[in-house]
């Protein structure tokens, strides 16, 4: 009898389509890996670290504060069950040359991600979820409520419509599955500059419209391809010569890949 695989891998990328933001070439990207261990009653912790390339682009001749590539990096916990779903991620959120000066990392580099998901009516077929959310997918640390319905059918289809989330997934065959997601994508995180002298937060504001297919030829092992839209993106961030800088995105099309494999 084969031993219960214990551990998830997970690796995934995200590119978007240059464009020109200020005059400037734009083109963010963001990679992102997390491992974790499965535990008994459903539960399961582990490790994440997200890098982003913020590309932080020049106001008037004058460069941002920080180079904007920036980290989310810290341990995390869930536990999953019929009616409730509790996830806790406390993390740092800081630019790459804090990760390099741990002497220099403060409070305020703290942040975190969590959530609470109770099914409050319906079954496993179809129900309502109340929710409570806290984290900076909105562009600021906020502490949020959220309401959805989920319906899951027989021929393998999985609709959760709400807030602040929306989704749908469905099997295309055994192997080949299809999902599409719209949520919010942004972030908040505290920078340094070159001489680690001045701190200051970036703030993103963004959604993305994702769909996603994955491709499972074993239990082990799953590979995805991701396309998507990102829409209603701004950026606010000091610069150089400490003024203020409010930086609205134009809507862009991004593109990704993943692996996650257990073990």
């Known amino acids: ?142 502490l949020y409520p959220g309401l959805y319905a989920q319906v899951v059918s027989t021929n393998g289809h999985e609709l959760r419509l709400g807030f602040p989330d929306t989704s749908w997934r469905w099997r295309l065959s055994q192997w080949l599955q299809s999902e599409v997601i719209v949520a919010p994508d942004g972030g908040k995180w505290r920078v340094r500059d070159e001489e680690l002298a001045q701190h200051s937060d970036v703030q993103l504001r963004a959604w993305k419209l994702v769909w996603i297919a994955r491709w499972q030829p074993v239990d082990a092992l799953a590979l995805d391809v991701r396309i998507g839209r990102r829409f209603d993106t701004d950026l606010r961030y000091l610069l150089q010569d400490g003024s203020s800088a409010y930086v609205e995105v134009p809507d862009t099309s991004f593109f990704g890949f993943g692996v996650s494999a257990r073990f």
Not at 50 to 76: C, F, K, M, S
Not at 130 to 135: T, V
């Open 1 to 142: 009898m084969a031993q219960e695989a214990r551990w998830r891998l997970q690796l995934y990328t995200e590119n978007n389509v240059e464009q020109s933001v200020l005059g400037q070439p734009y083109q963010p990207s963001m990679s992102e890996i997390a491992i974790d261990r499965m535990l008994d009653g459903g539960a399961s912790a582990g490790w994440k670290h997200e890098y982003r390339i913020l590309d932080l682009p020049e106001v008037n001749g004058v460069a941002a504060q920080t180079n904007g590539h920036v980290h989310r990096t810290g341990p995390t916990w869930r536990k999953v069950s019929p009616e409730q779903r509790i996830r806790i991620e406390p993390r740092i959120a800081v630019s790459s040359n804090a990760l390099r000066h741990p002497k220099d990392l403060e409070a305020q580099d703290l942040s975190l991600s969590a959530a609470i998901e109770q099914r409050i009516a319906g079954d496993a077929s179809k129900a309502w979820w109340l929710a409570l959310y806290a984290d900076d997918r909105f562009g600021d640390e906020r």
